[in-house]
């Protein structure tokens, strides 16, 4: 018999060579994965295979000087992709920096997204534009969203969105952070207020087991999962390759949140295939092996599997690599059409409302340009 102890407590439903092989963690969650139609499994391969064609075609761009930075998201489209898709579209979205296809999914253009890292937008995107889904800006500065996220969720609760136990009406905030973010304070300060309030709340945690070049055994001596008991908050572990075990847990665990259960929290095990962004040099700190034992999972090369053995034909797939590179090719034309923002632009948006010293600055350059006068 075995003990509890000795039970693998991560919810895996595919196992790498895309076979249906649930764990024992993942039984709760089968009959989820039952009800997709075959569309929307083919549409999670589909998101998978775009933005990592969109990601290839960014850290070229970025290589040849048309960005200031990237960072890439290979290996983690599948914990991306199940946690987006299992969202309803009341649900806000908090990203940090590297959830591209999160992003796309909910409707964001992703040249918004090559806008911000070529350094032409101030945010991006629009967070209140309808059309973006609900999904907030980015922000480079680490765990810096989960205190704007749970701010967010405590206003929906105080504001009785949520919890009140209409499924369509109800919402819950999602928010994304990595292993390296899960030691900032800002994360432990937010996962506090989240239970004090019992926030409708997920956190979303992509480890990808390096934090730069810091091993995520260094930061933690216990899975990461665990640290969200300290605050009472119920966790689980999912295999962040299998993009149907993403979809389940997340769908669960964003139900809970939204019917007033209280703030969750998920760690997506997964791995940065790439360097942590264009500017880093990951073969100063991994190996060459461990790199390939995690190629050996890749979350596109599984579902593809599983497609595949469900009957899927080499004309979707073929379908789906031609929109793929369709994609690559519309983002790399919009890109090198970019302008650059006016000076006038570093004004707009520094508060909500009009306000008489950023009248007073807009035009004291006005002022300090004309002084020039006419060029000879």
């Known amino acids: 018999?075995?003990?509890?102890?000795?039970?693998?407590?991560?919810?895996?439903?595919?196992?790498?060579?895309?076979?249906?092989?649930?764990?024992?963690?993942?039984?709760?969650?089968?009959?989820?994965?039952?009800?997709?139609?075959?569309?929307?499994?083919?549409?999670?391969?589909?998101?998978?295979?775009?933005?990592?064609?969109?990601?290839?075609?960014?850290?070229?761009?970025?290589?040849?000087?048309?960005?200031?930075?990237?960072?890439?998201?290979?290996?983690?489209?599948?914990?991306?992709?199940?946690?987006a898709r299992a969202a309803r579209p009341q649900d806000h979205l908090f990203p940090s920096y590297r959830e591209h296809v999160v992003c796309t999914i909910r409707g964001v253009d992703p040249v918004d997204i090559i806008k911000l890292m070529r350094g032409v937008s101030h945010g991006g995107w629009d967070p209140t534009d309808p059309k973006n889904g609900n999904t907030h800006i980015y922000t480079l500065v680490l765990g810096s969203q989960t205190l704007h996220s749970t701010g967010y969720a405590m206003g929906m609760a105080f504001d009785g969105r949520s919890g009140t136990g209409d499924p369509e009406k109800d919402e819950a905030v999602i928010v994304y952070y990595g292993d390296g973010a899960s030691s900032q304070g800002d994360v432990h300060e937010a996962m506090v207020f989240a239970a004090s309030y019992q926030t409708p709340q997920v956190f979303f945690l992509q480890n990808n087991h390096w934090a730069i070049s810091v091993p995520v055994a260094t930061q933690s001596r216990v899975p990461l999962a665990d640290r969200a008991a300290g605050y009472g908050m119920p966790s689980i572990r999912v295999d962040g390759n299998d993009v149907l075990a993403s979809y389940a847990v997340s769908k669960v665990a964003l139900d809970e949140a939204r019917s007033g259960l209280g703030p969750r929290a998920i760690e997506a095990v997964t791995?940065?295939?790439?360097?942590?962004?264009?500017?880093?040099?990951?073969?100063?700190?991994?190996?060459?092996?461990?790199?390939?034992?995690?190629?050996?999972?890749?979350?596109?090369?599984?579902?593809r599997a599983f497609l595949e053995g469900r009957g899927a034909s080499e004309e979707f797939f073929a379908q789906v690599d031609a929109e793929a590179a369709e994609l690559a090719a519309d983002v790399r034309t919009r890109t090198t059409q970019l302008q650059a923002p006016t000076p006038e632009s570093m004004f707009a948006h520094v508060y909500s409302d009009p306000h008489p010293l950023m009248d007073e600055q807009r035009q004291w350059l006005a002022d300090y340009e004309a002084s020039f006068g006419e060029e000879a």
Do not use: C, N
């Open 271 to 303: 791995y940065r295939m790439g360097a942590h962004t264009t500017s880093d040099d990951p073969t100063k700190y991994r190996t060459s092996d461990e790199e390939q034992s995690w190629i050996a999972r890749d979350p596109i090369t599984r579902m």
């Open 1 to 83: 018999m075995t003990s509890e102890s000795e039970i693998d407590p991560t919810v895996r439903i595919l196992a790498a060579d895309g076979t249906i092989a649930p764990s024992e963690t993942a039984e709760r969650y089968l009959p989820l994965i039952d009800a997709l139609s075959d569309a929307e499994l083919e549409q999670f391969y589909r998101d998978m295979v775009g933005v990592r064609a969109f990601d290839r075609q960014a850290t070229l761009l970025q290589r040849q000087g048309q960005l200031a930075l990237w960072p890439p998201s290979q290996g983690q489209e599948a914990a991306q992709v199940g946690s």
